[in-house]
């Protein structure tokens, strides 16, 4: 399975930009360089997420992310988990008994979890009305797939480097979304590195 489809089953993504990806994003260097910062500044952060993906069907759920290379999507039914190990990003479906696993610096997820974020590099600005949010878009094509991650961020003075997560959207090949929604949001506090430990899946029969 490719990390597109895996990852617009279970997490990732804003419907506040979902309308609106153009192919050629104009670059606006003082906002990579706010994104970058964000990003380096944010070492922990934990929310609370609502799903909505393509077909309409929500989801809630608990995200914990720990940099480098850390995130846990933890959903409220349990069948489902989305979790990055420092190395890999696995995919676990407790139901079925199906797991799946990319390196985690090769798929688009590998900005927001980088040691030193290049966002230059693999990432680039949406052009935006709404000059109240900042938004990037990565992708993984040539890497795995071709799925795409869309970052949005609010400008906040008092959230790092003055903006905070609002969400991000992930689109697959076949251009389906599946949008997620942050809230409670909090920045460098208290994640345990056991949060990014889990179970392998036992395969239904």
Request: net charge positive; hydrophobic share 40%.
């Amino acid at each position: 399975m490719s990390f597109a489809r895996s990852f617009a089953r279970v997490a990732a993504p804003v419907a506040i930009v979902a309308g609106a990806v153009p192919a050629g994003a104009a670059q606006d260097s003082a906002d990579l360089s706010h994104v970058r910062d964000h990003i380096s500044t944010v070492q922990t952060m934990t929310a609370d997420f609502v799903q909505t993906d393509a077909q309409g069907r929500s989801a809630a759920g608990t995200l914990q992310l720990k940099r480098p290379g850390h995130i846990r999507f933890q959903y409220g039914s349990g069948d489902l988990l989305l979790v990055g190990d420092g190395k890999r990003l696995w995919f676990l479906d407790y139901q079925v008994g199906q797991k799946n696993s990319w390196d985690i610096n090769k798929t688009p997820l590998g900005m927001l979890l980088a040691a030193n974020p290049d966002v230059r590099r693999i990432g680039h600005l949406v052009p935006n009305p709404d000059k109240r949010i900042v938004v990037v878009r990565t992708s993984g094509s040539g890497i795995i797939g071709t799925g795409t991650l869309v970052l949005a961020f609010l400008r906040s003075p008092s959230a790092p480097a003055g903006l905070q997560l609002y969400g991000w959207t992930a689109i697959d090949a076949q251009n389906k979304r599946t949008t997620v929604r942050l809230s409670n949001v909090r920045y460098n506090v208290p994640v345990p590195d056991g949060a990014f430990t889990f179970r392998m899946p036992v395969k239904a029969r």
